[in-house]
C-alpha cells in the first residue's frame, strides 16, 4: 500500500523543477525535494494530503506544488470540485492546516 502511495506522490511532483520566484521569496521544490522532506518528517505525505482534501472537499485533486518560503513549507493544489469547479487550496505542509491563499500571495 505504501509504495502505490508513494508512486502517486512521486507522479504528482515529476514534472516539477525548481522555480524560484522573482522578488516573492517563494520557490517551488521538485519532487526529489518532496520525497526527502516526507521521508525525513517534515512535511505530510501525498496519502495523508488525499486523505485531508477528502475531509474538506468531495472534489479531486489534479495538481500539486510544494512550495517553500523562508519559513515553511505550503502544498498548493489545484482541486476539481463535483461541480467541475476548480479550486485552489493551499495546506500547510507540516500541520495539514489550510492557508489563506492571500496570504500565500502576499509573501
Known sequence: MKVIFTTVFLAFFSFVTPVHSVGSGIKALDYEACRLLVNEGEILSMSELMKLVNTLSEGKIIDTRLLQDEQSYIYEMEIAGTDGMVQMLYVDAR????????????E
Open 95 to 106: 500541520s495539514g492546516m489550510v492557508i489563506d491563499p492571500v496570504k500565500v500571495e502576499s
